[in-house]
């Protein structure tokens, strides 16, 4: 199962398949993250939270863009030790898949992506 989150620019695509949840950055994406997709085993997804403002999301130091109230693309550590990788737009609900240990560099990924609920349970099928 292939997504990509909608808007006139997107950030990235998710592939799902039985065994992985692949995050592929677009082009102008990686610049920002500093990666070119992440590999997660859905085992290693301990929860996935939908979000209504995952702008609100990316709190604490950051390695990324950001354009205040529109957009945020990057990782960001917190004051409590946890280091999210944030592909986050303006209007668009999302999802916080926390991990249950570090991968990549990042215990959380929160993604803006129009079919938030679907992915959602998709990923809690999945992992079941």
């Known amino acids: 199962m292939e997504l990509s989150n909608d808007g006139s620019s997107a950030m990235f695509t998710l592939d799902i398949t039985p065994t992985t949840l ?6 102008w994406t990686r610049l920002f993250v500093r990666r ?15 979000v209504a403002r995952p702008l609100a999301q990316a709190r604490g130091l950051r ?13 960001w550590s917190g004051f409590d030790g946890v280091r999210r990788l944030v ?8 999802l916080r898949i926390v991990l249950d240990r570090r991968i990549d560099g990042v215990d959380e990924l929160v993604l803006s992506l129009a079919g938030a609920e679907g992915v ?5 099928g999945a992992a079941a």
């Open 87 to 94: 592909c986050a737009r303006r209007g668009e609900p999302g």
């Open 120 to 124: 959602r349970r998709r990923l809690a």
């Open 36 to 50: 070119s997709r992440t590999d997660i085993p859905l085992a290693a997804i301990r929860e996935v939270v939908p």
């Open 63 to 75: 390695a990324g863009l950001v354009v205040n109230g529109v957009l945020k693309a990057g990782t």
């Open 22 to 27: 692949t995050v592929r950055y677009e082009r």
